[in-house]
């Protein structure tokens, strides 16, 4: 037993593998998409999962949004969340939003001529009929400061969901790369 | 103006299709496209 550092040649038993902590589920691309969405992510092998979103272009200055999914039509209501958003060059907000049914979650102002960022999602327990919490972590650029925002929030509907849709707002398109891993439970 | 389309992965199948979006589709993505929609906004 040489866990949990494994060396060449060694066997890997079920009781090791079975306690690596993130397993990832999937892999998603969007090329000049104005939605990415990813069915069938969540399932009930694990409670909760990290999220990792790459932007690598958006074809106009526009929000981010992300919806939890269900049988393939996103959810568009009962987004609570808040944040702390840090500019670089001194910009700063504290981001206590009251509930936006119907809109979007964690908007970042993207900005077309820098697109590349970052956003980091923790959600626990989508794929179970309760109410879904989330953290997150996401840097992007916007058009004058490059915004760095941490926060979280809740999904306040108690339904199960197997999948989530990341956008941009306003007609616009993006492309990206979206990880899905499951925590180990 | 070309149709807006949204790519639609599989998880299970590891596939992915790109198709235009559907009218309740596009009714669902927020037509804000600037700081107006931030969060520091009143809801």
């Given at each position: 037993?040489?866990?949990?550092?494994?060396?060449?040649?060694?066997?890997?038993?079920?009781?090791?593998?079975?306690?690596?902590?993130?397993?990832?589920?999937?892999?998603?691309?969007?090329?000049?998409?104005?939605?990415?969405?990813?069915?069938?992510?969540?399932?009930?092998?694990?409670?909760?999962?990290?999220?990792?979103?790459?932007?690598?272009?958006?074809?106009?200055?526009?929000?981010?949004?992300?919806?939890?999914?269900?049988?393939?039509?996103?959810?568009?209501?009962?987004?609570?969340?808040?944040?702390l958003r840090?500019?670089?060059?001194?910009?700063?907000?504290?981001?206590?939003?009251?509930?936006?049914?119907?809109?979007?979650?964690?908007?970042?102002?993207?900005?077309?001529?820098?697109?590349?960022?970052?956003?980091?999602?923790?959600?626990?327990?989508?794929?179970?009929?309760?109410?879904?919490?989330?953290?997150?972590?996401?840097?992007?650029?916007?058009?004058?400061?490059?915004?760095?925002?941490?926060?979280?929030?809740?999904?306040?509907?108690?339904?199960?969901?197997?999948?989530?849709?990341?956008?941009?707002?306003?007609?616009?398109?993006?492309?990206?790369?979206?990880?899905?891993y499951g925590?180990?439970? | 103006?070309?149709?807006?389309?949204?790519?639609?992965?599989?998880?299970?199948?590891?596939?992915?299709?790109?198709?235009?979006?559907?009218?309740?589709?596009?009714?669902?993505?927020?037509?804000?496209?600037?700081?107006?929609?931030?969060?520091?906004?009143?809801?």
């Open positions: 037993m040489t866990y949990p550092v494994f060396a060449t040649g060694d066997v890997l038993p079920a009781s090791d593998m079975n306690a690596i902590g993130l397993w990832k589920v999937t892999t998603a691309t969007a090329t000049n998409q104005s939605t990415l969405s990813i069915n069938n992510c969540f399932t009930n092998n694990f409670d909760n999962y990290r999220i990792i979103f790459m932007l690598t272009a958006v074809s106009a200055n526009v929000n981010f949004y992300w919806r939890l999914r269900a049988s393939g039509t996103d959810s568009t209501a009962g987004y609570y969340w808040g944040g840090v500019g670089t060059l001194g910009t700063s907000s504290v981001n206590a939003n009251s509930p936006r049914p119907g809109a979007e979650v964690n908007p970042s102002f993207l900005s077309s001529a820098i697109p590349q960022g970052t956003s980091t999602i923790e959600l626990s327990r989508p794929n179970e009929s309760v109410n879904t919490p989330f953290t997150f972590v996401e840097n992007f650029n916007d058009t004058t400061d490059q915004q760095i925002r941490s926060g979280g929030g809740i999904h306040l509907v108690a339904s199960a969901y197997d999948g989530i849709t990341f956008g941009v707002a306003g007609g616009a398109t993006m492309s990206g790369i979206v990880r899905v925590w180990r439970d | 103006m070309e149709p807006l389309t949204g790519a639609f992965h599989d998880a299970i199948t590891g596939e992915t299709i790109v198709r235009e979006l559907t009218n309740e589709e596009l009714k669902s993505i927020p037509q804000t496209p600037g700081e107006a929609d931030d969060a520091s906004e009143p809801a």
